[in-house]
């Protein structure tokens, strides 16, 4: 089938003579899918991701399942496991490493990576049993993977490249308090964050800080074709408040909508960046503000999200370019979502209940808001997206659904105490897998 080629509504292609440093396409080639450390035992993918079976089952296979091995092999991980490199949301697992606290308590690891697309979870079950659950997804990285290998199995420099074409791009941490949102978005927060801190946690940063390491060598590298502009905005959605972490005075802000922006929180602080320096400022900033606020206002951050958003602004080199047509905005959003699983912690009293329902609110609504995408792409039909009914998923809106590119990085703790939150985390990963994010515009 031909690429998609179309980019949001009002971002006009390059012509093709300039374009070439530029193609949109970039952000839709597939995740690398390379062999190494993570395919260390040679298995190949389930056949299926569905289903649960007994991992002491009779384990010959049967004939069916032969031919089916057969079929695996002649495609690539991703096909075998009913995946596209089409798909404009792609979903990434990362199971940290077991800490050595946990395995004094007794903790086991009970999640494996199995390939570099496949993931296995063993369950333990009545007097001695065990059951395993597999999973498939674009990309599965084990504890073994480091802070700098993130990126390119996740794709994301891709996505940079799609932003920087006009796309809106979204990169969403999901996963249970503890299993790693904060260190794969941004670093270790407890470095980050402390006093005094200026930067230099170098092997440990996170998603963000490489992400803006890219954009800058690619902007760079363009910029006798183009003129990028780079805004950096960093906020909080706390209890259905909005509060700006590059100022901390704003609290409690309101999101409206607009007819052009769609919904935007009007008095953000939006820093303008034309240094690296100043978006690795913003980072810091923001990270170390999420942590005065939490603890002003006495909460924990992991009950917050967090958003920091780039908007980019592509205009051309050469002004004298009459044929280049309107300025593009591309927009990149990376979300660290609250712990996950507030979600079924129902029985909190008082204030603690407004809260955890608010928090529920947004990770709920964003829940229904990814199962009815992933409907709507299934069945093909028009369904009513419930954007509208979190702040959380009103500041997505434009990243979900329609021509965005997104990745979801579900975040796992291996142990064997956390096992019920890991099922939790990867079923809502599947889900997330649904939504196909099929491009509505075609130019
Ligand atoms: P979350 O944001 O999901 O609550 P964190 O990202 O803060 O969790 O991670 C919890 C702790 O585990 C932190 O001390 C963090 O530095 C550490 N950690 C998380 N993932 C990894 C990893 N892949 N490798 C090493 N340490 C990690
Ligand atoms: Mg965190």
Same mark, same amino acid.
């Given at each position: ?81 009913? #995946? ?47 059951? @395993? ?24 420099? @891709? ?60 902007? @760079? ?66 990270? @170390? ?76 609504? #964003? ?77």
């Amino acid at each position: 089938s031909p690429p998609i080629s179309a980019l949001p509504p009002g971002v006009p292609p390059l012509p093709s003579s300039r374009g070439s440093s530029l193609t949109p396409l970039d952000g839709l080639r597939p995740f690398p899918v390379p062999d190494g450390p993570f395919n260390a035992s040679g298995m190949m993918p389930p056949p299926s991701n569905r289903g649960v079976r007994a991992a002491s089952a009779n384990t010959r296979p049967s004939p069916l399942a032969a031919s089916g091995r057969g079929a695996a092999a002649a495609m690539s991980p991703l096909q075998a496991n009913n #995946l596209s490199e089409a798909d404009n949301i792609k979903v990434a697992v990362r199971v940290r490493p077991l800490f050595p606290h946990e395995t004094e308590r007794g903790g086991t690891s009970v999640v494996q990576v199995s390939s570099n697309t496949t993931i296995k979870v063993v369950v333990p079950g009545p007097a001695g049993t065990s059951m @395993q659950r597999d999973f498939a997804f674009h990309a599965c990285l084990g504890p073994e993977v480091g802070q700098a290998d993130v990126l390119h199995l996740c794709g994301v420099p @891709q996505l940079l490249d799609a932003a920087l074409a006009g796309y809106n791009v979204t990169i969403v941490a999901y996963g249970q308090t503890g299993s790693g949102k904060t260190y794969t978005m941004s670093g270790r927060e407890e470095v980050i964050s402390s006093d005094g801190y200026s930067g230099g946690d170098t092997q440990h940063d996170g998603i963000m800080t490489r992400a803006l390491q890219h954009l800058f060598a690619a902007m @760079q590298a363009r910029k006798g074709d183009t003129k990028y502009g780079v805004a950096a905005s960093y906020l909080e959605i706390y209890n259905e408040g909005i509060y700006d972490l590059l100022n901390l005075k704003a609290k409690n802000l309101p999101v409206k909508w607009d007819a052009a922006l769609g919904f935007y929180v009007p008095g953000l602080k939006q820093v303008p960046c034309t240094k690296i320096d100043t978006m690795m400022d913003v980072i810091r900033t923001g990270m @170390q503000h999420r942590h005065v606020g939490s603890h002003e206002l006495n909460i924990e951050s992991s009950r917050s999200h967090a958003i920091m958003t780039l908007t980019l602004h592509a205009t051309p080199a050469d002004p004298a370019a009459a044929d280049y047509g309107a300025p593009r905005m591309g927009k990149i959003s990376f979300v660290d979502l609250a712990g996950s699983e507030r979600l079924k912690d129902t029985k909190s009293e008082g204030a603690m209940l407004k809260e955890t329902t608010n928090i529920n609110k947004s990770l709920f609504v #964003l829940g229904k808001v990814i199962s009815a995408l992933a409907e709507r792409d299934s069945a093909g039909t028009s369904a009513h997206i419930p954007y509208r009914d979190s702040k959380l998923t009103k500041l997505l809106m434009d990243c979900l659904g329609g021509n965005a590119l997104a990745l979801m990085i579900a975040c796992c703790s291996p142990a064997s105490t956390a096992v019920e939150e890991t099922l939790s985390t990867l079923s809502y990963a599947t889900r997330a897998k649904n939504i196909q994010n099929r491009p509505t515009v075609q130019y």
